[in-house]
Each structure stands twice: as structure tokens, then as C-alpha cells.
């Protein structure tokens, strides 16, 4: 993600809402944004507010490899769900579950008030990916050992 200082109106609008500088440029560059073709698990829930994500893993043993995300939501939830994936890749299936809002709040530096749930969102689909992935690893494990 780049450095430089986000520009134009869409800036002024998202900084005048309470949105950082960081959080803006996940919004406008949306990095992570997009879905993986040999995804290992893929993931999607619906927020209160309506808005989507949907995750997609690349796990190599337990080690996140590769996500991306699809977001149909706000500036709030594109920012969310991008530094989110950022959080998550290179690490393990336990240090990723354990990513809490604390963490996506440093990563993103400020959201405003209002916007929490997005955040949130993006917390819960990730903790849901990799929940419904160990279950099919369960699952698999089982099976071969039958």
C-alpha cells in the first residue's frame, strides 16, 4: 500500500466523516480486494447493516498463505476487510483467529464511530472462513482414517 497522502474529493468527504488517512487508502487502492481461483476455503457472511464480505483462503499446513476478499459495502467495510487480509496473510490459523477489533483498529489508525460494524464484519467472516476450515480439515482427517 502506498504512502502518499490520499487526494481529491472522495478524500475530503472520507477524512471529513472521520475516516484516517490509512483507512482511506485501503478504501481507494483496494488491496486484497478480489477472490482466489484455488481457494482452500471460501467464506461469506451478511452484516445488520447488509453490507457482504466474502473471504478466500490459500492455507498451506496452517499457515495463511494467500486471502483476498470481495466487499459489497461502504468505504467502512472496503477498508475493514482489506486491512484485514492484510493482518491475516503470513499468519498461522490460530494467530489470524485471535486478530480482534484492537488489532484492525491500529492497522486502519481510525474509522469513525459509526462504522464499527464494518469492522466487525470483517473480523466475524474471517473468524467464520477459518472455523468452517478446520471443520473440513476435521473432516477430512476422519474420513482417511476410516
Known amino acids: 500500500m502506498g504512502n502518499d497522502q ?9 477524512s471529513e466523516s472521520g475516516y484516517s488517512d490509512k483507512a482511506i487508502r485501503y478504501f481507494q487502492e483496494k488491496e486484497n480486494i478480489g477472490i482466489l481461483q484455488d ?6 457472511l451478511t ?12 492455507i498451506e499446513g496452517d499457515l495463511i498463505e494467500d486471502a483476498k ?7 467502512g467495510a472496503v477498508a475493514s476487510g482489506c ?22 483498529y491500529r492497522e486502519l489508525e481510525k474509522l469513525p464511530d459509526k462504522k464499527v460494524h464494518c469492522a466487525r464484519l470483517a473480523i466475524k467472516t474471517l473468524q ?10 476435521l473432516g477430512a482427517g ?3 482414517t476410516n
Open 39 to 44: 481457494a482452500d476455503q471460501i467464506t461469506d
Open 69 to 75: 476478499i470481495q466487499v459489497l459495502g461502504c468505504p
Open 47 to 58: 452484516g445488520p447493516c447488509g453490507d457482504t464480505m466474502k473471504i478466500s483462503l490459500s
Open 142 to 144: 476422519n474420513a482417511e
Open 6 to 14: 490520499p487526494t481529491g474529493d472522495v478524500y475530503r468527504m472520507l
Open 128 to 137: 467464520k472462513a477459518l472455523q468452517e476450515y478446520e471443520v473440513k480439515r
Open 83 to 104: 486491512a484485514l487480509i492484510n493482518i491475516a496473510k503470513g499468519k498461522t490459523i490460530e494467530e489470524a483467529g485471535k486478530i480482534d477489533l484492537d488489532a484492525l
